[in-house]
């Protein structure tokens, strides 16, 4: 079941440094929220410190009511949060299939260090995570890739293969991390259907950190536009597009709405 994130005037500061200044968004059950801006904007960082990556320096932050900040990052998922990042982080020697596996390591007895050592009491869940993972990637359309060695893939098949380990911890919160950066697009267009499959098949909340913003524009309910450690505006993507202040931000120069868009 999707779930509710609140973030309410959280700041960051490293050393003399002000990262965050004071940001607030509150993301409803269900609703997909787009998180944008210019580099240098933020963006990454308050994705850490939904995340647990990073401590605010003040602020608060929960999830359906339950106070996160001091919940440590590989405890996250226990509050049904998964995210993936610019860089998948895959194990390249490895299967398509063992890198999605690892997202269950949440909800497997003992982790993932038990499973792989098929123990008896966790080999009727190691199947039952399997089926889910060979699921994900039929539906991600990467069934065909998952004997393949991770290394042997594309950039943008990570990216599925990422999708795909972080929806195996059957998160009721998504965090997706730049993830249309390096994708040509055709794989932005196939990568926008697959969210929204997952998205309605999954009940999820989903918050994407990104700069292109025609999917942004495809897919968020609301966007929140930083600049500079600050919230600069919410509102629709029409309206963020829209907005002098957010051209101003993104090029510092009258654009074209293709421009804009990332066509």
């Not at 401590?55 to 359906?64: A, E, H, L, T």
């Not at 990467?142 to 059957?170: D, I, T, Y």
Request: hydrophobic content about 45%; glycine content about 10%; proline content about 4%.
């Amino acid at each position: 079941m999707a779930v509710q994130l609140a973030v309410n005037d959280v700041s960051l500061h490293f050393g003399g440094i002000n990262v965050l200044d004071r940001i607030s968004m509150n993301v409803e059950p269900g609703q997909v929220v787009g998180l944008v801006g210019p580099n240098g904007a933020g963006k990454t960082s308050l994705f850490n410190c939904i995340s647990g990556h990073y401590q605010p320096s003040s602020g608060s932050i929960s999830i359906d009511g339950v106070e996160t900040l001091r919940t440590p990052a590989w405890r996250m998922s226990r509050l049904g949060l998964a995210r993936t990042f610019q860089h998948p982080a895959l194990r390249l020697d490895a299967t398509v299939l063992e890198n999605v596996m690892l997202g269950a390591h949440s909800w497997l007895p003992g982790g993932a260090a038990s499973w792989s050592l098929g123990l008896p009491k966790t080999r009727a869940r190691e199947r039952q995570a399997r089926g889910e993972a060979l699921d994900l990637l039929e539906r991600t359309g990467l069934s065909w890739a998952a004997q393949e060695h991770a290394g042997e893939l594309s950039h943008g098949l990570h990216k599925g293969v990422e999708l795909c380990r972080a929806l195996l911890a059957r998160p009721q919160l998504l965090l997706l991390d730049e993830p249309a950066a390096g994708l040509s697009h055709a794989e932005v267009e196939r990568f926008i259907e697959t969210i929204r499959q997952v998205r309605a098949d999954y009940d999820l909340t989903v918050v994407i950190v990104e700069h292109h913003m025609g999917l942004i524009s495809a897919l968020a309910d609301q966007v929140v536009v930083l600049d500079h450690g600050a919230k600069l505006m919410e509102g629709t993507a029409t309206e963020a597009q829209s907005d002098p202040r957010v051209v101003e931000a993104y090029l510092g120069k009258e654009v074209t709405d293709d421009e804009l868009l990332g066509a």
